[in-house]
């Protein structure tokens, strides 16, 4: 009840696609739902975060989709670059404890020129 | 600096031995947060602390684990009688606390030989 399910594990797009990653929660005490992108020998890094009482959010060519009634969430990236190139974590964030994040197993994006 | 940093950066130890890893947060923020990221995996969180609560080490995987944080700033993850197993990179965070972002550093990458 306390997972973070994402996926897929892996993804390889061309420049200029929509990659998008996917993420489902089954406890609704969740209530803040953050995206983390990390570099090969860095450490994770937020990316864009969304509330439950908005269905979408976009911050430049990261947008993500929140549905809900579903208790599923995902990232976009358009017009993707090489250098979008990285691992991207979903994590949610329980209503009892805001100081607390747990993360899905993260997704790993290549984008070739 | 002003982010989060971590060392060593790279430790290699022999099974059996303990080891201490150190994270030092940036100045101000009162939560610093472990997590484990073993080879193509997501974050394991570990354990978290607040302020002068009292740390939340509900992630920690066995007794061999422990941390301190020391006057609310520095804090030194300890691994005892290491295991092939502890191999992964150690990601230390710290925020201001609730939704404030987590700031990561690059990590320890432990290798148990």
């Known amino acids: 009840q306390q997972q973070v399910k994402q996926s897929p594990q892996s993804l390889i797009v061309q420049k200029g696609g929509i990659p998008i990653i996917n993420c489902a929660y089954e406890?609704?005490?969740?209530?803040?739902f953050p995206w983390y992108q990390q570099f090969p020998g860095k450490g994770p890094a937020l990316l864009i975060a969304?509330?439950?009482?908005?269905s979408e959010k976009k911050e430049g060519r990261f947008t993500i989709s929140f549905n809900k009634s579903a208790k599923q969430f995902s990232l976009h990236i358009m017009d993707s670059q090489p250098g979008d190139s990285a691992t991207y974590f979903c994590?949610?964030?329980?209503?009892?404890?805001?100081?607390?994040?747990?993360f899905g197993t993260g997704t790993r994006l290549q984008v070739f020129p | 600096g002003a982010g989060v940093s971590q060392s060593p950066s790279n430790k290699v130890t022999e099974k059996g031995k303990d080891v201490e890893l150190r994270c030092d947060p940036i100045?101000?923020?009162?939560?610093l947060y472990w997590y484990r990221q073993s080879l193509g995996q997501g974050l394991e969180f570990l354990i978290y602390?607040?302020?002068?609560?009292?740390?939340?080490k509900s992630g920690l995987p066995s007794d061999r684990f422990s941390a301190e944080r020391t006057g609310g700033s520095v804090s030194t993850l300890t691994i005892q009688r290491t295991q092939q197993e502890d191999s992964a990179v150690y990601l230390c965070?710290?925020?201001?606390?609730?939704?404030?972002?987590?700031?990561f550093g690059d990590g320890t990458r432990l290798s148990i030989l």
């Open positions: 969304i509330r439950p009482d908005v």
């Open positions: 406890n609704t005490a969740f209530d803040y």
């Open positions: 602390f607040q302020g002068n609560s009292a740390p939340d």
């Open positions: 994590a949610a964030s329980p209503n009892w404890n805001t100081d607390k994040l747990i």
């Open positions: 965070a710290s925020s201001l606390g609730g939704r404030q972002p987590q700031h």
């Open positions: 100045s101000g923020h009162t939560a």
